[in-house]
């Protein structure tokens, strides 16, 4: 059988993620592979191990991207911290909590959920109560950006209530980093999750993790071994520390894609974090203004909104599937359907790394306005 060469066509990417990626780091994908123990790139390893510190705004060592998508950062932080029979609270305002509940459980937890409503924040009061209630917690998890909804969680009040009780908290910052201020020390967070290919503009496929030393004991203490071999942060901590040629062999490094990586980190630290969560804040000023222009609303309350991913409401009688199919043909234009309880009702309208920028917004409101 013959096959074509694989020429993908150009989109402009506004959905809920991948998005766009920039040729600086496409360009970087593409450099000469070179040997996962090679000391050039463990070098580079360890300079990705650094920026990412900086992305996270933390000191711990344990700090580095485990090879594979998000779900891979959600299911390392369960599998390396909750044992049978512990205690673990799951704060559940969308998607990603209802995933983080399910691997909870498979891992043996006894696992309270906390519930709040589709598009509202993480209510810390239901936590406090529920910790005051639960002695002994081990673990606390929620999701910092709720990509399911646009919704932005109190990270620093959550991860705060989390530790007062003794607690170590589990944070998804998928959707966040790069994006909105993620603060791991600020937070005293304790194990915390992120991927490649939203605000940092990277292709999917890798997830940036940082574990506390809290957390690293907390590995330590286990009196069983981790339910994933491939996730057992005892093992692949061998391969990413140490530097120097002192690492041991536990997985084949994606290589080229942490070329990627470094890339994107590098363009992010160039134009400053600060800079970029700015950015993200004004695109999305512009982006509202011309939503209600067109007379299109929210789903999220101004105040709990995330810039980088916007739920509008799909007005009534109108074909939602429609509007996306009139943006991909007409314009190359990828923006997002609802998820779960939102399939149909909202649009997820991503501005996540270099995809915010004006010009973007620009097309994105045109293809809304003929769309509809
Ligand atoms: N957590 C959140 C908040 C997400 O938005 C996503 C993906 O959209 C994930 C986890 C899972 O990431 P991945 O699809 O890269 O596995």
Same mark, same amino acid.
């Not at 011309?290 to 105040?303: N, W, Y």
């Not at 998820?339 to 790394?353: F, P």
């Given at each position: 059988?013959?096959?074509?060469?694989?020429?993908?066509?150009?989109?402009?990417?506004?959905?809920?993620?991948?998005?766009?990626?920039?040729?600086?780091?496409?360009?970087?994908?593409?450099?000469?592979?070179?040997?996962?123990?090679?000391?050039?790139?463990?070098?580079?390893?360890?300079?990705?191990?650094?920026?990412?510190?900086?992305?996270?705004?933390?000191?711990?060592?344990?700090?580095?991207?485990?090879?594979?998508?998000?779900?891979?950062?959600?299911?390392?932080?369960?599998?390396?911290?909750?044992?049978?029979?512990?205690?673990?609270?799951?704060?559940?305002?969308?998607?990603?909590?209802?995933?983080?509940?399910?691997?909870?459980?498979?891992?043996?937890?006894?696992?309270?959920?906390?519930?709040?409503?589709?598009?509202?924040?993480?209510?810390?009061?239901?936590?406090?109560?529920?910790?005051?209630?639960?002695?002994?917690?081990?673990?606390?998890?929620?999701?910092?950006?709720?990509?399911?909804?646009?919704?932005?969680?109190?990270?620093?009040?959550?991860?705060?209530?989390?530790?007062?009780?003794?607690?170590?908290?589990?944070?998804?910052?998928?959707?966040?980093?790069?994006?909105?201020?993620?603060?791991?020390?600020? @937070?005293?967070?304790? &194990?915390?999750?992120?991927? !490649?290919? %939203?605000?940092?503009?990277?292709?999917? $496929? /890798? =997830?940036?993790?940082?574990?506390?030393?809290?957390?690293?004991?907390?590995?330590?203490?286990?009196?069983?071994?981790?339910?994933?071999?491939?996730?057992?942060?005892?093992?692949?901590?061998?391969?990413?520390?140490?530097?120097?040629?002192?690492?041991?062999?536990?997985?084949?490094?994606?290589?080229?894609?942490?070329?990627?990586?470094?890339?994107?980190?590098?363009?992010?630290?160039?134009?400053?974090?600060?800079?970029? @969560?700015?950015?993200? &804040?004004?695109?999305?000023? !512009?982006? %509202?203004?011309?939503?209600?222009?067109? $007379? /299109? =609303?929210?789903?999220?309350?101004?105040?709990?909104?995330?810039?980088?991913?916007?739920?509008?409401?799909?007005?009534?009688?109108?074909?939602?599937?429609?509007?996306?199919?009139?943006?991909?043909?007409?314009?190359?234009?990828?923006?997002?359907?609802?998820?779960?309880?939102?399939?149909?009702?909202?649009?997820?309208?991503?501005?996540?790394?270099?995809?915010?920028?004006?010009?973007?917004?620009?097309?994105?409101?045109?293809?809304?306005?003929?769309?509809?």
């Amino acid at each position: 059988m013959n096959s074509e060469t694989f020429n993908p066509p150009q989109r402009i990417l506004m959905g809920p993620g991948p998005s766009d990626v920039h040729p600086r780091v496409l360009s970087a994908l593409a450099r000469p592979t070179v040997g996962h123990l090679d000391p050039a790139f463990s070098a580079m390893m360890e300079e990705v191990k650094g920026m990412l510190r900086q992305l996270f705004r933390t000191d711990n060592a344990l700090t580095f991207p485990i090879s594979g998508p998000g779900m891979t950062g959600m299911e390392s932080c369960f599998v390396n911290l909750v044992e049978p029979g512990d205690k673990v609270i799951v704060c559940r305002n969308g998607v990603f909590g209802d995933r983080m509940q399910d691997i909870a459980k498979r891992c043996g937890g006894e696992v309270t959920v906390l519930d709040d409503a589709w598009g509202t924040p993480v209510d810390p009061q239901k936590l406090e109560d529920a910790l005051k209630a639960q002695p002994g917690t081990k673990v606390v998890a929620f999701v910092h950006a709720e990509t399911s909804t646009g919704v932005q969680s109190d990270a620093a009040a959550l991860c705060k209530l989390a530790s007062d009780h003794g607690a170590l908290s589990i944070v998804d910052t998928v959707t966040s980093l790069g994006g909105i201020p993620v603060e791991v020390d600020g @937070w005293g967070a304790d &194990a915390v999750y992120s991927g !490649t290919q %939203k605000c940092l503009s990277c292709p999917p $496929g /890798l =997830s940036p993790v940082t574990f506390s030393p809290r957390a690293a004991e907390a590995v330590k203490a286990r009196t069983t071994p981790a339910v994933s071999w491939f996730l057992d942060l005892g093992l692949v901590m061998g391969y990413w520390e140490g530097g120097g040629g002192k690492r041991a062999y536990h997985h084949t490094a994606p290589v080229n894609a942490l070329y990627g990586l470094h890339e994107s980190l590098k363009m992010i630290l160039d134009e400053g974090l600060e800079n970029s @969560w700015a950015r993200h &804040a004004a695109m999305h000023a !512009t982006l %509202k203004q011309g939503l209600e222009e067109l $007379g /299109l =609303s929210f789903l999220v309350d101004e105040a709990h909104r995330l810039p980088q991913l916007n739920a509008v409401n799909v007005p009534d009688g109108v074909d939602e599937a429609a509007v996306r199919s009139h943006a991909l043909n007409a314009y190359g234009l990828e923006i997002g359907a609802g998820l779960g309880a939102l399939a149909g009702k909202v649009w997820r309208i991503g501005l996540m790394g270099q995809s915010a920028n004006e010009r973007n917004i620009a097309l994105c409101l045109r293809a809304l306005k003929d769309g509809l």
